[in-house]
């Protein structure tokens, strides 16, 4: 499995849609002021390049790992 971690706000609704098409799971995590929230989507490794590529034409920037990013982790990277 692959875990993309996107910003809330960098993506429409119809392109969240899409990607939940192609992802295996779909977690929102949600903080408070002054920090964005993020879709994390677990992504199964044969639609792997699926997901990079529609990522890569819908220009949304993503960060990948092959483990889950845990919540502490999300603030770390936002601080």
């Known amino acids: ?14 392109q969240y849609q899409q990607m939940q098409k192609i992802a295996g799971l779909t ?3 949600i903080f408070n002021e002054p920090y964005e929230n993020y879709c994390l989507f677990e992504v199964a490794r044969e639609r792997y390049r699926e997901f990079i590529d ?3 034409l819908e220009g ?20």
């Open 54 to 56: 529609y990522l890569d």
């Open 1 to 14: 499995m692959w875990y993309f971690t996107i910003k809330q706000q960098a993506i429409k609704n119809l």
């Open 60 to 79: 949304i920037a993503y960060e990948v790992s092959p483990d889950k990013p845990t919540r502490d982790k999300l603030l770390d990277s936002m601080r």
């Open 27 to 29: 977690e929102v995590e």
